[in-house]
């Protein structure tokens, strides 16, 4: 029985630079662009659809802050007793619940 006669190839394959696999600065600098736009904007739609209407000018709750917003932004310990009266009494009338 014969063995099948293998030939070699007609060239050796030629070897692929780094740089010519790499792609140019220009479409990397445009895909950067592109992700941060549409990371931009998708931010904006997510703040859009989680924003609840009531804008109260505050980041956040401040040190001593428990629960709601107090007058003057001030905690209950640092008002005087008129402004305690005062926010009780709204505190009265708003209910539990408001």
Known sequence: MA???VLPPDREPERVRFADR???LSIVVAVAL???TLGGLLGAVIADVADD???TGHRGRGAGEVG???PHGMPPGQMD???RERFKDRMRER???N
């Open 53 to 55: 209407g009531r804008d």
């Open 81 to 83: 007793r008129d402004d």
């Open 68 to 70: 709601r917003s107090h």
């Open 3 to 5: 063995q099948a006669h």
């Open 95 to 97: 209910g539990p619940d």
């Open 22 to 24: 790499t792609w140019p």
């Open 34 to 36: 592109v992700a941060l």
